[in-house]
């Protein structure tokens, strides 16, 4: 199927009456590589990536020693019985030596203590949980990725809809402003007319009613614009400046049946639930191997005040033996939880096919209303210059004229409409496939890299004063500006 860049080209010459573009006018391709850029949402979906990129690292970390350190130190104070009578250093102003003193058999005074220790701990069998929890943290990771590109795609969808929406309402703008100026033209002839009594007043009020309600949806139409223009704000992240016309369509699939093949097969929605299901299939093992024992190595080491020294060594193994039944309840909530997980793979394919066929029928309309659109405005032309001239011969009345020139200029409106539903129904069939990324447009943009920040922080780095890791990580940071 042809696509009708002539179609829009003439539409936009014949409707919009817009002369020779600028210079240097916004494309299309401008709006889109701003809009990724500068969008909010893609930035707060990186930070989730890269919070889930951590959870890697975490549960990394679990399969370490870990090593903690303690130092203590504490003043053991000593008060004496005074049943007796005896009275203490402290009230009779005398001062014990460092250590402790005496009056009698009863004493009193205070002893410091210290001690340094080191401890570590290494997790040595567990059943395969952890390892198991590393593998839920990556491939969460990677879900998480998907639900990035979906989030990038929307963005982008939604700056191709904000172009068209202002390119429509700027359209619909210079279309009511040329019917004013008609309409004022053929109000002041009118009132030539009537004051050489060639018409009536009732023509005169016609022509005054007419073009009050041109006014009135030019007035509608600037309203239009100013709130596609502050869509296209949010969207894109700066006022539009002079828009270019739409020379092209992206490429989407040769039938419908193809592209609903690629959307199964690349949809980003789609591979998140499958990542969904590895998932919640990790999850049943984890389940199952709390039921098994986990053994774990341990070590200290000693030094107090008097340069005493201690070092432990030991190896325990825990393991459930009875736990009220939670153990097969978290097992069966487990395997339920799967099977969410492949149904919802089943629901988000049925929608994204849905959305595809929708996308496509609409396109198929749009292109069909272009098609008529033609037609109809040829012959509103045809009609109303035809009643211009009758009216000349005194054949037709003002309102004949009046009628057709709004015949007309509704065609020119419909035929607008048609011609932007029909671009952007092929980027919602782009959106719908999945392929509405930087790639597939070639907007020529150096794209935000997934992948880079996970690399630097999947074996837990340390801190950059240890780690060559932690090192690489601190400059991958600042070269992202973070």
Request: with cysteine; proline share 3%.
């Amino acid at each position: 199927m042809k696509w009708r860049n002539g179609v829009l080209a003439a539409m936009a010459a014949l409707c919009v009456g817009a002369g020779a573009l600028p210079a240097r006018a916004e494309t299309l391709a401008d709006a889109l590589v701003l809009a990724y850029r500068h969008s909010g949402l893609l930035e707060k979906n990186r930070a989730i990536l890269r919070a889930a990129d951590e959870d890697v690292a975490q549960a990394f970390a679990q399969l370490r020693p870990i090593i903690n350190y303690a130092v203590s130190a504490q003043r053991n104070y000593v008060f004496p019985n005074n049943s007796s009578g005896a009275q203490v250093n402290a009230l009779s102003g005398q001062s014990g030596q460092f250590g402790q003193s005496s009056l009698g058999d009863v004493s009193d005074g205070y002893e410091d203590t210290a001690s340094i220790g080191l401890s570590a701990s290494l997790l040595v069998w567990d059943g395969g949980r952890t390892r198991l929890g590393v593998d839920v943290a990556r491939e969460t990771v990677l879900a998480t990725r998907e639900s990035l590109e979906q989030v990038e795609q929307q963005v982008l969808f939604d700056a191709v809809s904000a172009y068209l929406a202002v390119r429509e309402a700027e359209a619909f703008v210079d279309l009511r402003q040329s019917n004013v100026e008609l309409l004022t033209a053929q109000l002041d002839a009118s009132r030539e007319r009537f004051d050489v009594g060639e018409v009536t007043r009732t023509d005169v009020a016609l022509a005054e009613s007419q073009l009050a309600s041109a006014r009135s949806l030019l007035s509608s139409s600037r309203g239009d614009l100013e709130i596609a223009r502050s869509q296209y704000v949010r969207a894109v992240g700066q006022a539009p400046g002079d828009l270019a016309p739409i020379d092209g369509q992206p490429r989407t699939a040769p039938s419908l049946s193809a592209a609903q093949a690629v959307a199964r097969q690349s949809h980003p929605t789609v591979l998140r639930d499958m990542r969904g299901i590895t998932i919640a299939e990790l999850n049943v093992l984890r389940a199952k191997a709390a039921r098994r024992p986990s053994v774990s190595a341990s070590a200290s080491l000693g030094v107090d005040d008097d340069y005493t020294e201690s070092a432990t060594l030991g190896l325990e193994m825990t393991g459930p033996i009875y736990q009220g039944g939670a153990l097969s309840s978290a097992i069966r909530q487990a395997a339920a939880r799967r099977d969410e997980s492949r149904a919802d793979l089943h629901v988000t394919v049925d929608e994204v096919l849905e959305a595809v066929a929708q996308a496509w029928a609409q396109r198929d309309v749009a292109i069909a209303r272009i098609d008529a659109g033609q037609l109809e405005v040829r012959a509103a032309r045809i009609a109303y210059r035809g009643l211009q001239e009758e009216v000349n011969l005194g054949a037709r009345t003002t309102l004949d004229v009046l009628d057709a020139e709004q015949d007309l200029q509704d065609a020119r409106a419909n035929l607008i409409s048609a011609g932007i539903a029909e671009i952007r129904s092929a980027y919602q069939i782009l959106f719908a496939m999945g392929l509405m990324t930087v790639e597939h447009l070639g907007l020529g943009v150096t794209t935000y890299d997934p992948a880079a920040y996970y690399q630097a922080v999947k074996d837990a780095p340390a801190t950059s004063k240890v780690s060559p890791q932690g090192e690489r990580l601190d400059s991958l940071l600042q070269s992202i500006g973070r």
